[in-house]
């Protein structure tokens, strides 16, 4: 069942950016008289699973999910019909048009793919706020796993900057530390401030691995697996750690290491437990697992930020939002490109893009992502690729720039390089997740 939910989110998702991106181009071609012969959602080789013509344009749905497109008469696209190229230009082509023209319906997708992603972050900001872990309330430190261990940080470690700036939202640290060209991180270590220094040559462990700490809470019981060994030892919910083997310890991390330590063996569990101080021998079986699951609610241990938005609010903080993450993700780009980052091997196809979905239907989550893919959308598709929208302005642009055209015969060679380099790309994005899957 979480299959489908997190499948239909994506198809609605994809839908919706698919349907409107398309529209961009169609409404720029209609301004100027162009003619749309097909609107599609997803990709129809061979048959469609519906069509109906609406004056001059078919409208369908393909059986193929990679997309969508609008056919545009006198133009060289992914249809590659060059028996229409060979015809006299009629006024209603897109080659007959002038080039500022062209210019724009070419650029109309894009353009509506980063304006939706400015409205819906303008809409979740004004429907459910924003909440946030402030860092500065995270009065435990961090707990880290083994790659910020072997960086130099150390569990209880408090952050204080990143890159010479204090970071309002916890949840943004791991972000800056990746993408930043400076990654100092200053650190309150007990009494003492460090200074960590992100090596260049972890980067391509980070970029798999970026979630590298987490906030540090105690350790209290929520819920106990029937007839487990924590069950039978006599935990109860509601217990608070206070020491193992009559070391003071109080935190999750301390919990969990110390029983993965302790395999084979007898632990002693001092909990509190209302007023009282409770030990209890538990016998930690070999898989290290004895069937507790701690509160992990980070509300009940620490003091969470939320900001209400009224309707003009929430538009310069939507858009503000919006231009944050564009350049987050052009930094994530720079870092596929850099061949020292191995960021190309995390890249990944429709199954990773699916897996970001939660398992429940969320629709404040579902309209975050929706607008994150927004983005994507429009920035993958300026990239100068022939055969995406990018293309296609590159080559608008030379026109503009030295009065030619490209030729027909450039045109459709190009076509045919930019379909093909696609078609690997999607093809590597989707083998890696496949890959991963038997790993």
């Known amino acids: 069942m979480e299959i489908l939910v997190k499948v239909g989110q994506f198809l609605l998702s994809l839908s919706i950016l698919v349907i409107l991106h398309e529209m961009g181009h169609f409404l720029f071609a209609k301004l100027f008289g162009t003619r749309v012969e097909k609107f599609y959602l997803f990709f129809n080789p061979w048959f469609s699973l519906f069509k109906v013509k609406h004056g001059e344009t078919e409208y ?51 353009l509506v793919n980063f304006v939706l992603a400015l409205l819906i972050y303008s809409a979740i900001l004004f429907t459910w706020g924003d909440e946030y872990l ?55 270590r007990g009494s003492d401030t460090v ?128 231009l944050t993450t564009i350049r987050s993700y052009l930094k994530q780009l720079k870092l596929i490109f850099s061949p020292e980052t191995k960021a190309y091997e995390s890249l990944g196809g429709f199954i990773t893009i699916g897996k970001i979905f939660p398992s429940t239907w969320d629709w404040q989550a579902f309209w975050g992502l929706t607008a994150f893919l927004s983005i994507i959308l429009a920035i993958m598709n300026i990239l100068p690729i022939p055969a995406l929208d990018g293309g296609h302005v590159l080559f608008l642009f030379y026109e503009i720039i030295t009065g030619r055209k490209p030729g027909d015969k450039f045109m459709e060679y190009a076509q045919i390089t930019g379909m093909i380099i696609l078609l690997a790309l999607l093809l590597y994005a989707n083998a890696n997740d496949v890959i991963r899957l038997f790993k």
């Open 134 to 188: 402030p860092t500065k309330s995270l009065k435990y430190g961090v707990a880290c796993d083994s790659l910020a261990i072997e960086l130099g940080f150390r569990n209880g470690d408090k952050i204080l900057t990143v890159s010479g700036q204090e970071i309002e939202n916890f949840q943004q640290i791991s972000h800056d530390i990746l993408l930043n060209e400076n990654r100092e991180v200053v650190v309150l």
């Open 195 to 322: 200074k960590v220094n992100v090596s260049e040559d972890k980067l391509s462990r980070l970029v798999k691995n970026p979630i590298i700490f987490i906030p540090r809470f105690p350790f209290i019981v929520d819920e106990l697996k029937e007839n487990d060994v924590a069950e039978k030892a006599g935990l109860k919910k509601g217990d608070k750690l206070v020491a193992i083997n009559n070391e003071p310890k109080q935190f999750f991390d301390e919990f969990k290491k110390s029983i993965t330590e302790n395999k084979n063996k007898t632990v002693t569990l001092s909990v509190q437990r209302d007023t009282q101080i409770v030990e209890i021998p538990v016998n930690v079986p070999e898989t290290g697992i004895i069937g507790v699951v701690p509160v992990t609610d980070l509300k009940q241990f620490f003091e969470i930020n939320k900001r209400e938005y009224s309707f003009f609010q929430s538009i310069p903080a939507g858009i503000k939002r919006g």
């Open 60 to 110: 369908g749905v393909g059986w193929l999910p990679l997309g969508g497109y609008v056919k545009i008469s006198g133009m060289i696209d992914e249809s590659m019909d060059k028996e229409q190229m060979k015809q006299p230009p009629q006024p209603f082509e897109f080659r007959s048009k002038p080039a500022w023209q062209r210019l724009l319906i070419m650029v109309g997708g894009v």
